[in-house]
């Protein structure tokens, strides 16, 4: 891909995905990579710039993380954030050390002097902090730009080899003026002017495809999601005909969905898609069976997925590739080098080891959600359809804790049909980012008609986001959430009780398993 690039290494931090997306916001295209990524890779990823990402380990302990010093001698500008800025002062020289006292949230930041980093930031400005050591002496040649009430060096510099670090987070929301920071960084420093565009990646992926592929047949994962959609379309202007669409039925979708994917990517949808419906819902059922723990659940269901997958293929005849709605997200919650594994998606974790096709396509593997959603838009799929409610490939799923039945999914989709349908009613629904109703494993004590009752609870989840990384819990009205808790109890049989999420994401992630 022959753009300007930034590099990020990860070094086991949290934030290393949001690293990549606020650099992305600035049109230059940013990857994630292990911190274990060797020399002559880096180089031939040639990027402008490379950062250094947070960790939870120290520095000066053993078996904590660590890199070959020979990237300072790249000429390559290097920014290190949080653990890569204590990695960085360790490595050249500095003495890093326990903090006198840690530092964790919103912390005001003085910034000393003048440098490319804070070019028009404020001299005094909120950042956040997140870190029990810090740099205690700056390696030679550095100049120290800022500090805090308990943080000596909260950012220091080698201008002349243009090596930057800071302590604190610049990626988050709550470091007031990160945004500008990494701009500064990316374009200042590293003098990207930001040639990442969405009808370039279109174009590029689908010359791409085309050469790839050639005559080769190939058969698409088609969830009717806004990942799998716009990956369907993709291939669809790439190779046309060569494509077929399944589009399986495992039982765990949304009230009416089956009927809505088929109408809109059906024979007589507006795509003319080569289509094929598959019924697989007992065989899903049967696979779940007694089955409770979150990561085994994804599994099956990923498994079972490629296996329908390959049992139609065989039908069709000779297929070379599967097309896959992976997207990035989906690909470091999974577990990138040594970073944690948050869940395993069913698309990329969930594999099994064995498919029977020659490769895996994912042409939206290093896009975030609203990237795809961009890269709909640039191909004419309806904005009705680019902005339709995201949903996980697993389905009801993950949405319904413990073992999954048939009664838990009807209790579930008649639940959630009412508060999506509730949201609409309210014109809220098109501010929100992502909504649904789980069913919890929990049953109680209720009383309906004079009579006690002991049944499920259900959990409504709203969140707000823009990337699908972070997440903030929504704040529905009131006498909105009245009306939906009193349809589900008095509509949905097997339900007396209607709880809602509060959490944000971090700690918790968007879906419940």
């Known amino acids: 891909m022959q753009h300007e690039k930034i590099l990020v290494l990860d070094f086991g931090g949290q934030y290393n995905q949001l690293i990549a997306r606020r650099v992305r916001e600035l049109n230059v ?50 920014l290190g954030i949080c653990y890569g800025s204590q990695l960085m002062a360790h490595l050249l020289g500095g003495k890093v050390s326990k903090a006198r006292v840690s530092e964790y949230g919103k912390t005001e930041l003085r910034i000393l002097g003048d440098s490319k980093l804070f070019d028009d930031c404020h001299r005094l400005t909120t950042v956040w902090m997140s870190h029990t050591d810090n740099i205690e002496k700056a390696p030679k040649d550095f100049v120290i730009t ?9 950012s220091m510099e080698d201008p002349n080899k243009k090596l930057y670090a800071v302590q604190f987070h610049p990626e988050v929301m709550h470091t007031v003026e990160g945004q500008l920071m990494l701009k500064n960084f990316v374009t200042l420093i590293c003098g990207c002017k930001g040639d990442w565009q969405m009808a370039d990646f279109v174009k590029q992926n689908i010359k791409d495809l085309k050469e790839k592929i050639k005559d080769g047949k190939v058969l698409c994962a088609l969830s009717g999601g806004v990942d799998s959609s716009v990956a369907a379309v993709l291939l669809s202007k790439a190779i046309g005909k060569q494509l077929t ?25 507006p795509y003319k898609l080569n289509f094929i419906k598959v019924d697989a819902s007992e065989r899903f059922y049967k696979k779940l ?19 329908v997958f390959e049992d139609e293929a065989k039908k069709i005849g000779h297929v070379d590739y599967l097309v896959q709605g992976t997207i990035y997200p989906d690909v470091i919650e999974s577990g ?42 640039e191909l004419g799929i309806p904005s009705n359809l680019v902005y339709r409610q995201p949903f996980p490939g697993p389905g009801l799923g993950i949405r319904i804790i413990g073992e999954v039945t048939k009664e838990k999914v009807r209790i579930v989709q008649e639940a959630d049909y009412i508060y999506r349908e509730e949201l609409a009613k309210a014109g809220i629904d098109k501010n929100l980012g992502q909504y649904f109703a ?20 259900i959990a409504l989840r709203a969140v707000n986001t823009s990337d699908f990384m972070t997440a903030d819990w929504a704040r529905i009205p009131f006498d909105v959430m009245d009306i939906i808790s009193r349809r589900i109890v008095n509509e949905v049989k097997g ?8 959490t944000s994401k971090p700690p918790a992630t968007i879906e419940f398993e």
């Open 245 to 269: 669409c399944v589009f399986v039925d495992h039982g765990l979708l949304r009230k009416n969905e089956a009927n809505e994917v088929e109408n809109v990517f059906g024979p007589n949808g």
């Open 29 to 78: 295209y940013c990857e994630v990579h292990p911190s274990t990524m060797s020399i002559e890779k880096i180089k031939e990823f040639n990027p402008k710039g490379i950062i250094f990402t947070g960790g939870p380990n120290s520095v000066y302990l053993k078996d904590s993380p660590l890199i070959d010093k020979e990237i300072f001698n790249l000429n390559i500008p290097i």
């Open 336 to 377: 990138l080098g040594k970073s944690a594994v948050i869940k395993s998606h069913h698309n990329v974790g969930g594999l099994p080891s064995v498919v029977d096709f020659k490769e895996i396509i994912e042409p939206l593997r290093l896009l975030f959600k609203d990237e795809v959603r961009k890269v709909g838009l």
């Open 495 to 502: 339900v007396n009780r209607v709880l809602y999420d509060f």
């Open 289 to 307: 069976k007694s089955v409770t723990e979150p990561e085994k659940k994804r599994k099956i269901i990923g498994e079972e997925f490629i296996r």
């Open 438 to 457: 789980a069913l919890t494993n929990m049953q109680s004590v209720g009383v309906m008609g004079d009579e006690r009752t002991y049944e499920y609870a």
């Open 146 to 154: 800022s500090n805090t009430a308990n943080c000596p060096v909260a």
